[in-house]
């Protein structure tokens, strides 16, 4: 569907590649996010694609079809592309209806008013046709912005930061609502978000952007669980890293021996990859060591400890009825199915 092949992409008076030599395919009806921190180079990509900017070096693909490289460019409003704005770009002075049916002009006008009741039906604003954008809430926005983008049947939909002017509460829901429309709709999308929760509810496929370079492509449990580096590791929530180094019967650690058939070469010197969440007290006869409580953080529904360790400080997040207190002597175990062991 979308294929990108070595992109590179630099802006006057900066060092560095803004896109480096960047390869990625995105397969028909696919929901792939973009992540990675401030000048990472996520939205630079979707404006590549988009045509809104040119790359210095590679090729872009829609549909097969090339429309950048080896002396092809292909206008932004001839790719075939839908796209949705951070600030939603909604024309303040036409009503819902007429927002969405704006891409709808070169169609009669039965066909206008058929396209526009399923896209109303489709996004859940039958009711909200005739109000005005600053009559609306920034999730019905949002809706709108969407349906707008999605009625003259684009190919590919770009979205950026569609969640970042949305409340925590409205966030959620807009989440699980978004994926729906994408998906009932079955077109391929890609959105760019530094928001991890946004990827991991939201998309098929993550791809991990930093400066200008992809660290890891692949599920959002692959990203999360199997993170390929520390950056992405760190990127996706507070994780432990432990040195060890791998051995026959396991990893062996400062807190001691983790056994385990262990994915490394032996003698190799890594790092382990826990998460707070697999860190889990126990009975002190089934315990891979004692923490001391340092401090504990109430965060609602669970509460984030801070252990310090043979190993140093580790982060455990422990369900919110666990009584802990500072200065207590915590036995604790590993989830050894887990460990996820990275280059040191």
């Known amino acids: 569907m979308l294929e990108l092949k070595n992109l590179y992409k630099k802006y006057l008076r900066k060092d560095s590649w803004a896109v480096r030599d960047l390869s990625l395919r995105v397969n028909r009806g696919e929901l792939l996010a973009l992540v990675g921190e401030s000048g990472s180079g996520k939205t630079t990509l979707l404006r590549l694609i988009a045509g809104f900017e040119l790359p210095e070096e590679g090729e872009i ?8 490289g080896q002396g092809t460019f292909v206008q932004p409003e001839k790719r075939r592309i839908g796209m949705v704005f951070q600030d939603y770009a909604l024309f303040p002075h036409l009503n819902v209806g007429q927002n969405i049916a704006f891409g709808l002009q070169k169609c009669s006008g039965e066909q206008r008013d ?41 190919d590919i939909l770009l979205l950026d930061e569609p969640f970042s002017n949305l409340d925590e509460v409205l966030k959620e829901q807009m989440r699980r609502e978004m994926r729906r429309i994408i998906k009932e709709s079955d077109i391929t999308a890609l959105f760019v978000t530094h928001d991890t929760r946004d990827a991991l509810t939201t998309a098929d496929r993550i791809i991990v952007l930093k400066e200008g370079s992809i660290h890891q492509a692949g599920s959002p449990q692959q990203v999360y669980e199997q993170p390929g580096n520390a950056y992405v590791a760190g990127f996706f929530g507070h994780v432990n890293l432990l040195p060890a180094t791998a051995g026959p019967q ?4 400062p807190l001691g021996l983790i056994n385990c058939h262990p994915a490394a070469q032996a003698a190799e010197r890594i790092q382990l990859c826990i998460r707070p969440e697999h860190i889990v007290p126990c009975a002190a006869q089934q315990a891979l060591f004692t923490g001391r409580v340092e401090e504990v953080v109430y965060l609602g529904s669970q509460q984030r400890v801070h252990l310090q360790t043979e190993a140093g400080l580790l982060i455990a997040h ?9 200065g207590q002597l915590l036995p604790c175990r590993i989830k050894v199915a887990h460990i996820t062991p990275i280059a040191s």
């Open 250 to 253: 396991g990893y062996l650690t």
């Open 114 to 154: 058929r396209r526009l009741q399923e896209l109303l039906e489709l996004v859940g604003l039958q009711t909200q046709a005739h109000k005005f954008p600053h009559q609306l809430s920034g999730g019905q926005q949002q809706r709108v912005a969407l349906a707008r983008a999605l009625a003259p049947r684009p």
């Open 61 to 68: 693909y829609l549909n097969q079809q090339r429309v950048f």
């Open 318 to 326: 422990l369900d919110a009825l666990e009584k802990v207190t500072p």
